[in-house]
């Protein structure tokens, strides 16, 4: 079957420009996670959701930083005015519950010039 | 707050020698553990954890409480184990979010 998806693979952008990164999780996997992995700071969790719900944002690095998640499915992590410390390679995982297995995406490198 | 580190960076073997990948954590309550591995142009999967007790590619890791490890260990490293291996805690908590290690690249030489 279809694992997690993520869009884009790459993004290139200039400082100071918003991004948009999209992560499409299994079918009927109710929670949803962000991770980032960078080299400064290896993998790190950033927000997760249950349904539609995050309980936690606690993990987000700054207030430019925020996520959503419609009908329980498709989520988009914006970033607002890009900064070069947000380079990273942004991970979303998705479990059929939250003590479940995650299963990590592709992941979107995001390159800030 | 959790901790999980992986002492070692790199970590290069000969094709048929045991292989042991350190971890140890810190963390007040009772946490789950976790072995992620990533292979080369491949995405992150899970590898096994501890509460499954499973041996998954002759991979094996106890947890012990006492020392606060969760070592990977496998008695005759193959070529197709190298690999990017990271240790992971949950806490068992309502959210369940990963805590990852800084990683070990295993190399598994012939």
């Known amino acids: 079957g279809a694992g997690v998806s993520q869009s884009p693979s790459n993004k290139v952008t200039e400082k100071g420009k918003d991004v948009e990164l999209r992560c499409d999780p299994i079918s009927g996997h109710t929670a949803l996670y962000w991770y980032r992995q960078s080299l400064g700071q290896g993998l790190e969790f950033l927000i997760y959701f249950q349904g539609n719900s995050a309980p936690d944002k606690s993990g987000l690095p700054s207030d430019r930083f925020s996520a959503e998640r419609t009908g329980g499915s498709v989520s988009t992590l914006t970033i607002q005015r890009t900064q070069q410390e947000d380079s990273a390679v942004y991970l979303c995982?998705?479990?059929?519950?939250?003590?479940?297995?995650?299963?990590f995406g592709p992941g979107t490198r995001l390159l800030v010039l | 707050a959790q901790r999980v580190t992986q002492p070692e960076k790199l970590l290069s073997v000969f094709k048929g020698a045991p292989v042991e990948l350190k971890c140890n954590y810190s963390y007040s309550g009772s946490p789950e553990l976790f072995w992620y591995v990533q292979y080369s142009r491949q995405r992150l999967q899970l590898l096994l954890r501890?509460?499954s007790r499973e041996s998954i590619k002759g991979f094996t890791a106890d947890l012990n409480k006492g020392e606060t490890s969760f070592h990977l260990k496998k008695p005759f490293a193959q070529e197709e184990d190298s690999a990017m291996y990271y240790c992971?805690?949950?806490?068992?908590?309502?959210?369940?979010?990963?805590?990852f290690g800084g990683g070990t690249r295993l190399m598994v030489k012939p």
């Open positions: 501890h509460i």
């Open positions: 995982a998705s479990s059929l519950g939250l003590v479940q297995t995650q299963y």
């Open positions: 992971a805690l949950s806490p068992r908590n309502a959210g369940n979010m990963l805590t």
